[in-house]
């Protein structure tokens, strides 16, 4: 049986209103192919937080997994850093 490799994106929390969800943003950055400047982007996942034991402002690790409901299909992996 093949282990496939799941993704793992780091962010920071923003929601934390859900019972058992957190949502996290996620920042990329790239060069502009055209104009050759720095462009930030950011999406929201949702993500499943078990023990709800996330708070606003903290860094995360999710990882992505079978969905879990209709917008959710991201599990949290670790706290990196807890938000002061």
Known sequence: MSETRKVTRLGIVVSDKMDK???VKVERQFIH???KKTVRKHKKFKVHDEN????IGDKVMIRES???SKD???TLESIIERSK
């Open 21 to 23: 969800t957190i949502v």
């Open 33 to 35: 192919p055209l104009y």
């Open 52 to 55: 709800n034991e996330c708070k």
């Open 66 to 68: 079978r969905p879990l």
């Open 72 to 74: 959710k299909s991201w």
